[in-house]
């Protein structure tokens, strides 16, 4: 298979597993391409015995997990220069705006609320219900993709779905 082929078969995959990560369909697309120019380096040393679709997976999640790690630390550092500046109290980079283009605007406040849950479980919990309960991949799928026990990736969803069930009963 070539690049090409491999940019159409998967592009739509990894588009939308890093939509679930930003939910900003613009921070998504700069993901996508991070992401498919990692490949396109790293394409000769794909072990062949894996799934490439596994292997997307994981180079995805990462670079999306790095993407949210670049953005918090810009934020900071926003943060902190507004401090200094005498013209305006106001933030220089304030938050990007829930942008998911998959939601009804009747649903976008109770959306924001769950992704807003979802983006504050620690990364290998967060992992695990976005391929679970938003990519509807199987348990074994996910381990494989997080490189982990089947066991473990139980206990991943779990502590996670009852860390939002909990965090949404204490909001209500």
């Known amino acids: 298979m070539d690049f090409k082929e491999l940019y159409n078969e998967h592009k739509n995959q990894v588009y939308n597993l890093a939509l679930q990560y930003v939910q900003n369909a613009e921070d998504a697309q700069e993901i996508t391409q991070d992401v498919f120019i990692k490949v396109h380096q790293k394409l000769a040393d794909f072990r062949h015995d894996a799934k490439l679709s596994t292997w997307m997976y994981r180079i995805t999640i990462n670079a999306s997990l790095d993407f949210l790690k670049a953005k918090k630390s810009q934020?900071?550092?926003?943060?902190?220069?507004?401090?200094?500046?005498?013209?305006?109290?106001?933030?220089?980079?304030?938050?990007?705006?829930?942008?998911?283009?998959?939601?009804?605007?009747?649903?976008?406040?109770?959306?924001?609320?769950?992704?807003?849950?979802?983006?504050?479980?620690?990364?290998?919990?967060?992992?695990?219900?976005?391929?679970?309960?938003?990519?509807?991949?199987?348990?074994?799928?996910?381990?494989?993709?997080?490189?982990?026990?089947?066991?473990?990736?139980?206990?991943?969803?779990?502590?996670?779905?009852?860390?939002?069930?909990?965090?949404?009963?204490?909001?209500?």
């Open 75 to 172: 934020k900071r550092f926003a943060f902190i220069t507004s401090i200094f500046q005498k013209e305006s109290t106001a933030l220089k980079h304030d938050h990007s705006d829930f942008n998911h283009p998959g939601v009804d605007m009747e649903q976008k406040e109770e959306i924001r609320k769950i992704f807003e849950l979802i983006n504050q479980l620690p990364e290998n919990q967060r992992t695990a219900i976005i391929l679970s309960k938003l990519e509807h991949r199987t348990v074994q799928e996910i381990a494989d993709i997080m490189e982990t026990s089947y066991k473990s990736v139980e206990s991943l969803i779990f502590r996670g779905k009852d860390k939002i069930k909990k965090q949404l009963a204490k909001d209500n």
